[in-house]
């Protein structure tokens, strides 16, 4: 059943010129629901797992880096640094990565991601000060994460009509499971083998994995890869799109200030170390998890609808159960294990673009709302960083930035809802006074 909001996103995006809504229902009523789909969805999962799943767990290393002497002279700003400028390089690259995809096809593109992955903390083992550490964990790992990413965000809608927040929350949920399988294995490797090795038996695991998972990987989109535009900058002309960029801009500033400071923040209030790392796994966990959950719903009852209660819903735990409840260890593993809402827009955002732009456009939009994230994810964990003061109740600041950016992305996903009612509503009459 296809929700409410895609159809009329779709005819939205049809009347802006975008989409060929008649040629996309053809396609996808040839569309065999599923079947190697699913293999598609467990391959997508694992790579996942072990590109964005892993820097999840950023959070761990910050900790570490921030208790620890182990790079002399480095600043906590120029650690905080390090996550948001491996998050705002993957963004960067899907232009070059889209080309890539194009000349070498989505297998070789996803493994050649996976050895940039590995390369980057191969070399982060072998770094003694900031700025080696800066180039490997932060550049070379994230220009692997974009590759990745880039490589795989399209092929899970291809597969699915029906099923396809479902199946996309299943593959984007590897996400969630990645950081929360190496948050807890990270932090026992730090105490026992120490950082550089640490990072070694991260990059084989990384490498094999998404190697093996990309030789299953396989198109459905029979589209001549000429075809497609790399950027469809017309987007721009879109209020539609500006109200998408809103809401993913401001919802990731929240995202990321939550799951890079909570392991610190139990650190700080008084927790152990393996306190901290557990609330992060329990994050992780609630993500991956939740996110199948979270596109469940939005087949059931909407993709714009869900995004926008789930975006709301953030800033509410944020706001009642982190601030007041957060000091004491229940009530942070409370806000943890709610995790799936904070990190809701990574189960939606592929679905909610396809159903705006259709399968066609699909790689485009997400090339150039990715690359526009860039900015954002730079400099989120350094904002919450920066707004960090002593003391117990010293990420108090942190906690009312991260509500007030759901909050407000929240209003960006209802002010899309209204447009699309009001134009849905203008549509039927304009039908009324042709009958």
């Not at 939205?12 to 053809?26: D, W």
């Not at 390090?82 to 070789?108: E, N, Y």
């Not at 008084?270 to 959950?293: D, E, K, V, Y």
Request: aromatic residues 14%; contains cysteine; positive net charge.
């Amino acid at each position: 059943m296809q929700s409410s909001d895609e159809s009329d996103s779709t005819e939205v995006g049809s009347r802006n010129g975008q989409v060929n809504t008649e040629k996309a229902s053809q396609e996808e009523e040839e569309m065999k629901e599923g079947g190697y789909g699913w293999v598609i969805v467990a391959a997508v999962c694992l790579i996942l797992a072990h590109s964005f799943g892993i820097n999840s767990m950023f959070g761990v290393f910050l900790a570490f880096y921030l208790k620890s002497n182990t790079y002399p002279g480095a600043t906590p700003l120029q650690f905080a640094f390090i996550g948001g400028l491996c998050f705002s390089v993957a963004f960067l690259v899907p232009p070059v990565s889209t080309i890539l995809h194009r000349k070498a096809g989505v297998q070789i593109t996803v493994i050649v991601g996976g050895l940039f992955i590995s390369g980057g903390y191969i070399a982060a083992s072998f770094s003694k000060t900031i700025w080696q550490l800066i180039l490997s964990q932060g550049v070379c790992y994230g220009i692997g994460m974009g590759i990745c990413f880039t490589g795989t965000a399209s092929l899970v809608p291809q597969w699915f009509k029906k099923r396809r927040s479902l199946a996309n929350g299943i593959a984007t949920g590897g996400t969630g499971l990645g950081g929360l399988t190496y948050s807890l294995a990270a932090n026992a490797m730090i105490q026992k083998l120490g950082i550089a090795w640490t990072f070694r038996i991260m990059a084989i695991i990384c490498f094999v994995v998404i190697t093996i998972s990309a030789l299953f990987l396989k198109e459905h989109d029979k589209t001549p890869k000429a075809a497609v535009k790399i950027l469809e900058w017309k987007f721009f002309k879109m209020l539609d799109f500006w109200l998408f960029l809103g809401w993913l801009w401001l919802a990731s500033l929240g995202y990321v200030v939550v799951v890079f400071s909570l392991s610190a923040y139990a650190q700080q209030v008084g927790f152990s170390a393996q306190q901290g790392s557990l609330a992060s796994a329990m994050f992780n966990l609630s993500t991956g998890i939740g996110r199948p959950l979270i596109g469940f719903a939005c087949d059931r009852f909407g993709t714009i609808r869900v995004t926008m209660l789930g975006t709301f819903f953030s800033a509410l735990i944020t706001f009642f159960i982190w601030i007041f409840g957060g000091k004491s260890y229940g009530g942070l593993m409370v806000y943890a294990l709610l995790g799936m809402f904070p990190s809701l827009l990574w189960a939606s955002f592929v679905v909610m673009a396809v159903s705006i732009f259709g399968l066609k456009l699909t790689p485009a939009a997400i090339s150039l709302s990715i690359l526009t994230l860039a900015l954002p994810y730079t400099f989120a964990e350094a904002i919450g960083l920066s707004l960090r003061k002593s003391g117990v109740d010293g990420f108090i600041n942190v906690q009312v930035f991260a509500g007030v950016m759901f909050v407000a992305a929240g209003i960006c996903s209802k002010s899309n809802t209204l447009i699309l009612t009001i134009r849905k509503g203008e549509l039927y009459r304009r039908s009324d006074k042709n009958t």
